[in-house]
């Protein structure tokens, strides 16, 4: 059972997370797949979808130590219905505004906060929607 699923289209990095924590496996895939991204995107977009699910504080400190320097290359979008999340998030966006928290039903205000148009934002509606029901699957 996968706790979190993913998916590259237009340059932005769409991850779905379940309710639960990845596995470190599961993380580990990830950070691969998310530094392959870095690798070939000038502005890195990353869409999270979260249904409550997180990475663990030992999974944020792989992140942090290697993406730490690039980050300001990125913008991250994290979709929850948590407004305590979404309320962290805010106060953290004024010291570092790569990050901001949105509903799980604005996915218009994350797409406008990634940068991403109408056309690529259409395929991001259709791959976002899988993704949340094949992560509240398994």
């Known amino acids: 059972m996968k706790n979190i699923v993913y998916e590259i289209t237009d340059g932005c990095l769409i991850l779905a997370h379940g309710e639960g924590p990845p596995t470190d496996e599961e993380w580990k895939q990830y950070i691969e797949v998310l530094a392959r991204h870095f690798d070939e995107q000038v502005k890195v977009r990353i869409l999270i979808v979260s249904?409550?699910?997180a990475p663990t504080p030992g999974q944020r400190a792989v992140m942090d130590k290697r993406f730490k320097r690039e980050m300001h290359r990125a913008r991250v979008a994290?979709?929850?219905h948590s407004t305590f999340v979404r309320g962290v998030l805010k106060a953290f966006s004024l010291f570092s505004p790569v990050y901001r928290?949105?509903?799980l039903e604005d996915l218009d205000g994350a797409l406008a906060h990634l940068g991403q148009s109408e056309?690529?934002?259409d395929r991001i509606r259709r791959i976002t929607a899988t993704l949340q029901l094949d992560v509240s699957r398994r």
Request: no cysteine; net charge negative.
């Open 51 to 53: 249904g409550g699910g």
């Open 78 to 80: 994290l979709m929850t």
């Open 101 to 103: 928290g949105f509903d």
């Open 119 to 121: 056309a690529p934002g």
